[in-house]
């Protein structure tokens, strides 16, 4: 690597001895007499290292040490103060200001050729960390674009705003703790019921995010959802043994693999308004009433994939005209904040309660910030999700709203 070494010193004579030294060594040189002229030449050429003198006029080296580091110039420059000063005071200025070593004067030939080495070393191993660093920014930015690529894909999964499925509307929150979450969801009609799923798979990240992807898969191919949703009959399938088919489907026989998921699947008769769900590990939805009263739904159950030939049953409920359905993740029930509170699902159920004259669509903003309000206590803490958020709300409204 041709090194590049600007002579900064205010004795034309001292600047030629330097630069003729310096030349026979194969260094390119250039000369400034004080340090503006340093500057002015640093600015326009790729200089590597700098032989300041320490005393001089108009700018001395002390100062020029101080406006190399600010500037940067794109590249790192090593910089070695010739000066007769010897106490450690001035030598403890000299380095807080930037200066990577020392010289006394009248420079020794020998020891000067040492130390321009020693300066290569260093400039050689800042020019591989640089490359480095240049490497890991474009492997980063590509990983971003992937991520980026992955959320919209998985946003892509979710459904609709303000869905409407004849007298029945949903809408929904979801905030991700990353780019991309282990969280997913969906309402879809289903011959004359409405069905719907709550999907959150245990882990963060690329891992659990493809793992609801692929569970949302089973919902939207053709084949799987005749043999999953539909019986032989042409009837509904019953959600726990859609439940059980899903398991059979994600319960690895790989002992080193443990990849598993807790869901709520459901079906509401779209004129009756009478429904069944399969809880399966997940938090227990609620019903909240007109009036601000709520009933859970839901009767437990291990979580999909852990084990092979496990068993779900099925929860009744109906939904009311202007009654909701609140399905939600565990990221909002252990939402902590900095006390290390969680928000939990009575605070979560109170909230909606006190909150059921909102429409859903004006509702589900203001948990949001509620939420973040509740993880920051009022600012004096970082706001940031550490587990997906997600909130799901299916109202039975009535055809005249």
Known sequence: MSQHVLIVDDSLVYRR??????????????????GEAALNILAQTAVNMVISDWEMPVMDGLTLCRAIRERQFGHYVYIILLTARESADDLTEGFDAGADDFLSKPVNQSELRARLHAGIRILELEASLAAHNTRLSEALGQIEQDLQAAARLQQSVLPSHRLRYQDYFADWLFLPSAWVSGDIFNVFALDNHLGFYFVDVAGHGVGAAMMSLAVARQFLHGRVVERFLFDEQGGVTSPAEVVRMLNERFCSEEPDIVSYFTMIYGVIDLHSGEGRLCQAGHPTPFIVTPTGEAKETGNGGAPVGLFSHLAWED?????????????????????ENPAGEQFGQARLQAWLQQHAGFTVEALLPRFGEQLVHWRSDAGRHSGTMTDDVSLLIIERRGVAQ
């Open 17 to 34: 001895l330097l630069a003729k030294m310096l030349a026979q060594w194969g260094y390119q040189v250039s000369e400034a007499e004080n």
């Open 315 to 335: 929860t009744a409920f109906t939904l009311n005209e202007g009654e909701r359905l609140c399905l939600f993740s565990d990221g909002i029930t252990e939402c």
